[in-house]
């Protein structure tokens, strides 16, 4: 089965210098045993766009673009994929510019239980995207983001990878590479009861929230970042790692606030090149000062690392310091906060200075 979408008038208005009536064109497939497939050819397009009194708001210029999609016969999905050579949008009254090249989007083995998504994983890569605006710009290349989701009897399990390549700000480069791996594991029942108690209630309703709220955590929950890393061009790498929990406990009591922190436990871990922390003090003085530069610019990042790596050395957490690598590492359980298994601090006197 074939045919074409056509712009409705609205969109006409929007986008006024598509060429022809429709903006894409569909190919369906249907089979008694076998996948069935939806393809869609989305047309390019070139020109102005207006508001709804007939105002010029900006320009656009996309090109083609195709989205194909595999089903089964029990309307689970195989795989849908998008490509996106090139998008430019540009926003004239804020002077907003957004450009993207080459994405590509993959979903595959998706299944969808009470609503929520239980298993699936996807893959996207963006050659470059970059922002601006009459002030700054920030431009990311080699984008990649992979996402993996499991449910394994009551627990729904997720991964995400989102690596990228050079990272430019203002038209020099902050970084060279970076990478963050995270993870999340929780009740898939007290999730279903929390999409439950939150659709039957207003986007106001304060209880139906915190019941939703505790059906989900009173069953336990982890989030943990296990490898964030970042590559500096030229000043060195910085690594750190966070993992965060809630443990099982159907008698938890959300109003307690700072009293039910013994419920919490989790680590978190640093490892940092000092030049490094020196290069990013720089970029930022270089931006509060513009006219700083040379012999200037050097005694003012001397003299802000000296008063911070000050106080940091005193910090209980800090295990290692020298010209070269900081470590810093951290565990927490029961409120209390340890450094190699020996508590430094309590968790809740310290938030109650806040």
Do not use: C
Not at 181 to 194: A, I, K, Q, T
């Amino acid at each position: 089965m074939e045919g074409q979408l056509l712009l409705s008038d609205t969109w006409r208005q929007v986008l006024p210098d598509y060429q022809g009536e429709d903006w894409a064109r569909y190919d369906i497939e249907f089979h008694t045993r076998h996948q069935h497939r939806v393809s869609i050819h989305g047309e390019g397009y070139q020109g102005r766009i207006m508001n709804a009194l007939g105002q010029r708001q900006g320009e656009a210029d996309w090109s083609a673009w195709r989205l194909v999609g595999h089903w089964r016969q029990d309307g689970r999905l195989d795989r849908l994929s998008l490509d996106l050579p090139r998008a430019w949008i540009k926003v004239q009254d804020e002077n907003l510019e957004l450009l993207l090249e080459s994405l590509e989007f993959v979903l595959e083995d998706a299944l969808v239980e009470e609503g929520i998504l239980t298993q699936a994983q996807s893959e996207t890569r963006i050659t470059r995207w970059r922002l601006e605006d009459r002030h700054d710009s920030l431009e990311m290349r080699d984008v990649k983001l992979r996402w993996h989701n499991q449910r394994e009897a009551d627990r729904l399990k997720s991964d995400v990878i989102l690596a990228w390549g050079p990272l430019i700000l203002d038209g020099s480069k902050l970084l060279e590479s970076g990478q963050v791996s995270m993870g999340s594991d929780v009740s898939f029942s007290g999730l279903v009861e929390l999409r439950a108690m939150t659709d039957s209630g207003t986007s106001e309703d304060a209880a139906a929230r915190e019941a939703g709220l505790h059906a989900l955590l009173s069953r336990g929950a982890m989030i943990a970042v296990d490898t964030l890393s970042l590559q500096h061009a030229e000043a060195g790498s910085f690594e750190g790692r966070l993992t965060l929990g809630l443990k099982k406990n159907p008698a938890l009591d959300l109003s307690r606030g700072l009293a039910g922190l013994e419920a919490l436990h989790g680590s978190a871990g640093v490892q940092v090149q000092p030049a490094l922390i020196k290069a990013l003090m720089r970029s930022y003085l270089l931006e509060q000062f513009p006219g700083a530069e040379g012999p200037h610019l050097d005694r003012l990042v001397e003299q802000q690392w000296l008063e911070w790596s000050f106080l940091l050395r005193m910090m209980p957490f800090v295990t290692h310091w020298d010209d070269d690598l900081i470590r810093m590492a951290l565990e927490l359980d029961a409120g209390m906060l340890s450094v190699d298994g020996r508590q430094v601090m309590n968790l809740q006197e310290i938030l109650r200075l806040f």
